[in-house]
């Protein structure tokens, strides 16, 4: 596609649900990274891929958020039992090389934990 | 680690008037800077970024900005506000291990006033 899509826009998840947040990224980059954005602050690294590899993680909160990327393309980011803050946008960006500078990013899912 | 602070979470200008956010950085190696807009319940679009080089850097819709080390600053201005550029502007910085993976400011809301 023409940019980084994410799917869905929006998600309300009961506490304890488990949910997946999916991003295409733009065909073809090799880079693809996973940003949390909570209400009022600035997007906050979770964790970067390269290909099908994650390379970094160390963004992410709590073991109960996991991301994957089998084939190197799609990614898939998973929050196992939603905590009320955990409720934010997420933020999906990809990039052509890792050391290409400019990152490209999707709309992004607003999470809203009930 | 690197951090950014922008100064001032809500900027108001005049339609004409001249436009400047402030951000200034942390980092112990060489950064790279990027600044992002964000319209509502949008992705953010790169304004502009310094790698090397020139340290007066133009980007898109008018927008400039200007990386000074010894100020560890990288101030975003334009001579001339359009109610258009009412959004939020997120300042950001990366390095060159990783251009992608960026830490970002707490973003300024800018409003346009006619």
């Known amino acids: 596609g023409a940019g980084v899509s994410q799917s869905p826009r929006y998600k309300v998840a009961k506490r304890g649900q488990d949910v997946a947040l999916r991003c295409d990224p733009i065909?073809?980059?090799?880079?693809l990274f996973w940003y949390q954005q909570a209400l009022g602050q600035g997007p906050e690294f979770l964790t970067y891929?390269?290909?099908?590899?994650?390379?970094?993680k160390s963004g992410l909160p709590s073991d109960r958020f996991f991301a994957e990327r089998p084939e190197g393309s799609v990614s898939t980011l998973k929050i196992q039992r939603t905590q009320q803050e955990d409720s934010a946008v997420y933020l999906c960006?990809?990039?052509?090389?890792?050391?290409?500078?400019?990152?490209?990013f999707g709309q992004g899912t607003r999470l809203t934990v009930v | 680690a690197q951090s950014v602070t922008q100064l001032g979470s809500h900027v108001s200008v005049s339609e004409g008037a001249l436009v400047l956010l402030r951000c200034n950085y942390s980092s112990s190696v060489p950064p790279y800077l990027f600044w992002y807009v964000q319209y509502p319940n949008q992705g953010l679009q790169l304004l502009l970024k310094?790698?090397?080089?020139?340290?007066l850097v133009k980007g898109i819709n008018g927008f400039e900005a200007e990386f000074k080390k010894s100020e560890t600053s990288f101030h975003l201005t334009k001579p001339s506000a359009h109610m258009s550029d009412a959004a939020e502007y997120f300042c950001a910085v990366s390095d060159k291990t990783n251009a992608g993976k960026s830490t970002f400011g707490d973003g300024t809301t800018l409003t346009v006033k006619p």
């Open positions: 891929f390269q290909n099908e590899a994650q390379l970094d």
């Open positions: 960006a990809s990039s052509l090389a890792p050391l290409h500078t400019e990152a490209f």
């Open positions: 310094y790698t090397t080089g020139a340290t």
């Open positions: 065909s073809g980059h090799v880079s």
